[in-house]
């Protein structure tokens, strides 16, 4: 069994309030010490000095398109460019065709990742069959193949008894419900936020409401059934105070942001590149002060890409036929770092926390986490390491990316996953 030591980094695990410069033991697949280990001897030694160790990140918003879109993205190539990334387990979503809402489909999903041997993958199931919104799809058989939350995330369950007894029968499994919140009669044929720059390009809009009205039906379901819901891709002001008072009420209600909601405004929809054309949309400044200090208070819990890939062609259509959506896996690190480490939002051990532990609380997934006995799911970052972001090096089949030529710091060099070395050094830059 190999003994690998990481020396001389900079430990930081939430779940453990660690945060100092020490060792890390990998033994086998598992977190042997950290700290001193007299009584362990090293068969490999990597120094880390100067680096960040923590748990490997947990990105529990991404979209692998496999099966029935492969030319976007595939298992295999979605799980490559989460390693690229520094994230070892991705939680995928169930907008595939067919749509992911059974246990066969769940275990397929599974079945591929482990063929591919890179990230784990965690799917999520659907919430109705076929995601239809008609007719609850078999929670039972997708949570024993494997399924860890529910959601139809790409559309919302618009039915308010479908989603209620879907709150009740995901509550008995003790697995969240993940909403995708969009009043899709205020959105139709939406291309861009509703306010002043939609106003001025002509553009037709997406007002906030349309997820505040959804986010407080998710609220008031949740504290009729008792269940656990997690808002998907939070992007409005709005939408985190609605969050925050249903905390206050104790109501077991979590939500993430994604990079791009921190980072970009609608205005960047100035010109007309369908980069930057997403769902929930690129919102205003005002929005994105909101989001960073929901982060900061705890309202916003998890940080997650909402990683989205659609090939070039897809994305070189009109602005209003090309679809929505972003790549995020391979820029997770460094934009986070601009919006949240550079301007003292927060610290590097309440972001790592947002990225690991929070996130596999959400999924219920022992992932994480570096205390003793624990999976060896580790990601090493350079946090000072400058480079420009090139798309043509993401691992990713497609590269719909608006952050093309940034110059950014911090990535992903060693990442392991089980113990195994999947990653030795960065390949982006």
């Keep these: 069994m190999t003994i690998t030591l990481l020396k001389g980094g900079r430990v930081i695990d939430p779940s453990q309030a660690i945060d100092r410069v020490t060792d890390l033991w990998i033994e086998g697949e598992k977190i042997a010490a950290v700290g001193d280990a007299p009584h362990l001897s090293p068969d490999r030694i990597i120094d880390v000095s100067g680096r960040i160790v923590c748990p490997g990140l947990i990105d529990m918003h991404v979209h692998l398109r496999e099966p029935g879109r492969e030319e976007d993205e595939t298992i295999a190539t979605g799980t490559a460019s989460a390693i690229s990334g520094g994230v070892t387990s991705v939680a995928c979503m169930p907008n595939t065709e067919p749509a992911l809402d059974s246990q066969a489909a769940a275990e397929f999903v599974i079945l591929q990742a482990q063929r591919a041997g890179n990230a784990h993958v965690f799917p999520i199931g659907s919430i109705t069959k076929g995601r239809a919104g008609q007719e609850l799809a078999e929670i039972g058989g997708l949570v024993e193949g494997g399924a860890v939350a529910f959601t139809d995330d790409g559309t919302p369950v618009v039915n308010s008894e479908i989603m209620r007894r879907a709150m009740e029968y995901s509550k008995a499994f003790d697995k969240a419900i993940l909403s995708h919140s969009e009043d899709l009669e205020l959105t139709k044929g939406a291309i861009m936020n509703e306010g002043v720059e939609s106003m001025r390009l002509g553009l037709r809009g997406y007002p906030a409401a349309a997820e505040e009205i959804f986010i407080y039906r998710e609220i008031a379901l949740a504290r009729l059934t008792g269940a656990r819901v997690h808002i998907l891709h939070v992007s409005s002001a709005g939408g985190v105070e609605l969050i925050r008072r249903a905390k206050a009420d104790g109501i077991r209600v979590t939500g993430e942001a994604s990079p791009h909601h921190l980072t970009l405004t609608d205005a960047s929809l100035r010109t007309f590149d369908s980069n930057f054309k997403m769902s929930?949309?690129?919102?205003?400044?005002?929005?994105?002060?909101?989001?960073?200090?929901?982060?900061?208070?705890?309202?916003?819990?998890?940080?997650?890409?909402?990683?989205?890939?659609?090939?070039?062609?897809?994305?070189?259509?009109?602005?209003?036929?090309?679809?929505?959506?972003?790549?995020?896996?391979?820029?997770?690190?460094?934009?986070?770092?601009?919006?949240?480490?550079?301007?003292?939002?927060?610290?590097?051990?309440?972001?790592?926390?947002?990225?690991?532990?929070?996130?596999?609380?959400?999924?219920?997934?022992?992932?994480?986490?570096?205390?003793?006995?624990?999976?060896?799911?580790?990601?090493?970052?350079?946090?000072?390491?400058?480079?420009?972001?090139?798309?043509?090096?993401?691992?990713?089949?497609?590269?719909?990316?608006?952050?093309?030529?940034?110059?950014?710091?911090?990535?992903?060099?060693?990442?392991?996953?089980?113990?195994?070395?999947?990653q030795e050094k960065s390949r982006l830059g």
Excluded at 301 to 308: K, R
């Design 280 to 422: 929930p949309p690129l919102r205003t400044q005002a929005d994105i002060e909101a989001l960073l200090a929901g982060l900061k208070d705890g309202t916003i819990d998890v940080l997650a890409t909402d990683h989205a890939p659609h090939s070039p062609e897809k994305k070189a259509r009109e602005l209003d036929a090309a679809p929505n959506g972003i790549l995020g896996l391979e820029t997770f690190i460094p934009i986070c770092i601009k919006a949240l480490i550079d301007p003292g939002i927060l610290t590097w051990s309440q972001m790592i926390q947002k990225m690991t532990i929070e996130p596999a609380k959400v999924l219920s997934i022992d992932r994480g986490t570096l205390k003793v006995g624990a999976w060896a799911d580790v990601t090493v970052i350079d946090p000072g390491v400058e480079w420009t972001i090139d798309p043509s090096k993401f691992l990713s089949k497609s590269r719909n990316t608006p952050y093309g030529g940034w110059k950014v710091k911090g990535r992903a060099e060693q990442v392991f996953v089980n113990g195994r070395l999947a």
